[in-house]
């Protein structure tokens, strides 16, 4: 057989990216208000107003992956312009201190993750600094409803702003669900502003009842997107 070198061991810096654990909810739907974490473990959400939406651990339909993370709309609503709703993931700084982001050695890293939603169009995704000022956002797109699709995004490493490499919050993920204008940046490049989508994209609490899955996360330094380091 053929050994990828891409394939090193700990290689994902994603805890928990195959929604395995979910130990304060144990698979029951959570909805709250503010920014807690209502279902897998490390994954949180952070919106304004209950009610929206739901969070829960399911089982999953794609092979080799039992469990995902299920966002479920509960409403059609539209987000005011201050308004956020967003899925994150947040790094501890020692997680991502080898990405040296802030500085002029800052690597190259790669986000994947499968995703299986009933609406289709272009999502956003973001990266985002501790202190929220700093971000990169992007979109992915789903081709297919009810169809698990892997996506794959390869960024620049920031070289600067404040990024921390202690235990504080080093990097976020923010995968956007609706939030309102305020939020929109320009795409494809790193702002000094804290926002996190992308003008036009999908807003999933839009449409009641809408669903998106999440499984198989993982963040890893360089331009490839190896396959799904799975660890216990």
């Known amino acids: 057989c053929t050994v990828k070198a891409t394939n090193k061991s ?7 990216g195959a929604m395995l654990i979910d130990q304060r909810k144990n698979g029951a739907s959570s909805d709250s208000t503010g920014a807690t974490y209502l279902s897998c473990d ?5 919106y304004a107003a209950a009610s929206k939406y739901t969070f829960q651990q399911v089982a999953s339909t794609l092979s080799g992956f039992p469990k995902a993370l299920k966002v479920t709309s509960a409403a059609a609503t539209t987000a005011s312009s201050s308004q956020h709703y967003v899925m994150e ?8 201190a080898p990405l040296a982001l802030g500085t002029s050695a800052a690597k190259t890293f790669t986000l994947s993750f499968y995703v299986k939603s009933s609406l289709t169009g272009n999502f956003s995704v973001s990266f985002n600094n501790g202190a929220d000022n700093r971000t ?27 990024w921390t490499t202690d235990n504080t919050e080093g990097l976020a993920i923010k995968w956007d669900l609706g939030s309102g204008s305020n939020f929109d940046v320009t795409a494809n490049t790193w702002s000094a502003v804290d ?3 992308v003008a036009g994209s999908v807003a999933l609490i839009a449409t009641s009842g809408a669903t998106l899955e999440i499984t198989g996360v993982q963040l890893e330094v360089g331009d490839v ?3 799904f380091e799975h660890r216990s």
């Not at 699709?149 to 920031?158: H, L, P, Q, S």
């Open 10 to 16: 700990n290689r994902n810096l994603v805890i928990n």
């Open 195 to 197: 926002k996190f989508k």
């Open 225 to 227: 997107a190896t396959d």
């Open 89 to 96: 993931y947040n790094f501890e700084g020692y997680d991502v």
């Open 136 to 162: 990169y956002a992007t979109t992915y797109n789903i081709a297919s409803a009810a169809t698990w699709e892997r996506k794959t995004i390869t960024v620049a490493g920031d070289t600067t702003g404040t």
């Open 42 to 46: 490390r994954f949180k959400t952070v």
